[in-house]
């Protein structure tokens, strides 16, 4: 058989699997047996990643010298866990899912990462809109914080589930509308679509980052000008983001009762906060192990003595409804600590390759990252999470910003020597 074709072969399969295991980062509700061979094949997969390509792995992930520590940190965190049983079992889970995040990364360019979450995306929405229409009894049920409601879960567990993934699909549809090269008409349809699916999931949280993206298209344009009118342009842009954060503070309770439907205390989240810190300040530095916190006597003890009590609730997928205050009990201060250096780090590298490259998949980082960010002040962990995608592609964007900057700054240092 002629070698390129084998290799053009092993290639689409390989873009195939990918496709299939980042549809497969959310928890989906088909046969357990299916979720099964699939993180079978996912763990062969990086075991073969690992044997073919170790040094490049290395290479790419010491790239991010704050993302490595806090990988070895959240790794490391079996020494001190109050679960260690809990803590190794989704360590194994962490270290698949984040090496499939550098994989991403050394594996393919911005171009071709964006052009595969495109066909996720794409997948994704369709899926999901074929489940609910077709097979209703199957993804559409009773919101379980608002019993009077209907809230559509597509092919996820949870309806919260598809608000995240069809934030994801929206950042993507978004990003390519601004691509003169795209079909713009489907993806105006699907990021219509994504809209419609969070709002019909009831995901309040993402529909707001979602927004909070669209008020990010003007800094695209921004970002292009030149120098002098960039910074004036952005100052003003800054000005703007910053009235309109305190006028959301000074009428925050009228946006949480009346738009966001929740009361003051976020449906009893305020309490589970006070006490989650009481229990916090007790190990401040490096928490309780990663995942172990909810599994424990100490989360226990907060769910008794809170609304979780009287709801049949399973700890093992509990959280803070807080990302960086569950985060913060499972690594520690010293954890979410890097974990906020690296978020700043990273944005800061996206800003860059934004001015710089001008690309329009540098700005789609810019805006999973936002979703990202503001999902996770109310919702699940998506940093260091094995449940979902955006770990996974936090970790390929963190990687990738690095590799690129670096290729950039080479670049430039060999035009400066040839001149």
């Known amino acids: 058989m002629n070698v390129k074709l084998v290799q053009y072969l092993l290639n689409r399969l390989e873009v195939i699997l990918i496709v299939i295991f980042l549809l497969f980062s959310e928890a989906v509700n088909v046969l357990p047996s299916l979720i099964s061979l699939v993180k079978l094949l996912n763990y062969a ?3 073969i990643i690992i044997i073919a390509a170790s040094k490049k792995l290395a290479y790419v992930i010491t790239r991010d010298i704050s993302l490595f520590i806090l990988i070895l940190i959240t790794l490391s965190s079996i020494f001190w866990s109050v679960e260690p049983s809990t803590t190794s079992r989704f360590l194994i889970a962490f270290f698949r899912v984040t090496l499939f995040g550098v994989y991403l990364a050394g594996r393919f360019s911005l171009k071709e990462q964006m052009q595969i979450l495109s066909w996720v995306a794409g997948l994704a929405v369709a899926i999901n809109l074929v489940a609910c229409i077709l097979f209703p009894s199957y993804s559409i049920g009773v919101d379980p914080n608002n019993p009077s409601e209907v809230a559509w879960n597509g092919i996820y567990i949870f309806k919260q589930f598809l608000g995240r993934m069809m934030a994801l699909t929206a950042t993507v549809f978004l990003a390519n509308l601004l691509n003169k090269q795209s079909n713009r008409w489907l993806d105006l349809i699907g990021f219509l679509a994504s809209i419609a699916l969070i709002q019909l999931s009831n995901s309040k949280t993402y529909l707001i980052a979602i927004a909070a993206t669209i008020l990010l298209l003007p800094l695209f344009k921004i970002l292009k000008l030149r120098p002098l009118s960039r910074g004036i342009t952005i100052l003003l842009f800054m000005i703007i ?12 309770e009228t946006i949480v009762v009346n738009v966001l439907g929740k009361d003051i205390q976020f449906n009893g989240r305020t309490i589970i906060w006070s006490y989650a810190i009481e229990k916090l300040l007790k190990q401040p530095y490096l928490g309780y192990g990663y995942a172990a916190f909810w599994e424990s006597e100490f989360g226990a003890n907060i769910a008794r003595g809170t609304w979780v009590g009287r709801v049949d609730v399973d700890l093992k997928y509990f959280h803070a409804h807080n990302a960086f205050l ?3 009990l499972q690594i520690g201060l010293i954890g979410i600590t890097l974990l906020l250096l690296n978020i700043t780090l990273v944005l800061k590298r996206v800003f860059s390759l934004i001015s710089l490259t001008r690309t329009i998949e540098s700005f789609w980082m810019l805006l999973l990252l936002t979703v990202q960010l503001i999902a996770s002040m ?8 094995i449940y979902n995608i955006y770990w996974t592609l936090y970790v390929a964007i963190a990687c990738s910003s690095a590799l690129e900057l670096n290729r ?11 001149n």
């Open 378 to 385: 109310s919702e699940a962990p998506t940093y260091l999470s």
């Open 241 to 252: 983001i910053g009235a309109s954060g305190i006028l959301i503070f000074l009428n925050l």
């Open 45 to 47: 997969f990086i075991l």
């Open 408 to 418: 950039i700054r080479r670049y430039y240092q060999l035009q400066s020597q040839q």
């Open 326 to 328: 569950d985060l913060t």
